[in-house]
């Protein structure tokens, strides 16, 4: 099953102006599947699925797709925004905006029971908005998991260099607050 994002991601590629089989392979899914997701995400914003109308009136598309991938309903896994509502009382996740978010550290979001890996998917949906999760100093144990994280990614033959230095700063400031 293709996600509403991804639906959405091939729509605007499309009305930008690729090509079906284009917008496919940048997205990692066959011509097929494609199209039929262009189709059900047409067919639900009460659009022509034609890809010559799709892109003839690209303005006509633009808004109400990009609005499924900003929205994070769509963006978040349902666990991750269920997660959210319950700690942070909101009474829906239509109540999860960006600017309230924002106003929120990672260090809080785990210390309340997410994962990081939640808390990853949330600040990668922050950042593709345009924003953050409220930065703050970790604690010794979320100093431990960031420097895991760094072999993690050095592992994989990432350049983690920069990442380390901070991690190494950061380690000797709280040593020096004692």
């Not at 994070?72 to 959210?84: E, G, H, I, S």
């Not at 509502?85 to 785990?110: C, F, H, N, P, W």
């Amino acid at each position: 099953m293709t996600s509403e994002p991804l639906k959405a991601k091939i729509l605007l590629a499309v009305a930008g102006g690729a090509s079906l089989s284009d917008a496919a392979s940048t997205h990692g899914v066959s011509v097929a599947r494609a199209r039929q997701a262009i189709r059900s995400l047409c067919r639900s914003l009460k659009l022509s699925s034609e890809i010559s109308d799709i892109q003839k009136s690209a303005s006509l598309y633009v808004k109400p797709v990009q609005q499924i991938v900003d929205d994070p309903k769509y963006a978040l896994r349902r666990k991750t925004r269920d997660q959210l509502e319950t700690v942070l009382l909101l009474k829906s996740s239509d109540e999860l905006r960006v600017g309230y978010l924002s106003q929120i550290s990672a260090s809080t979001l785990i210390d309340a029971g997410l994962t990081p890996i939640a808390v990853a998917e949330v600040q990668e949906w922050l950042v593709n908005q345009g924003s953050t999760l409220k930065r703050c100093v970790p604690d010794e144990k979320q100093l431990t998991m960031l420097k895991q994280s760094a072999f993690f990614l050095h592992a994989f033959g990432m350049n983690v260099e920069q990442a380390f230095f901070d991690l190494n700063w950061v380690g000797r400031d709280e040593d020096s607050d004692d």
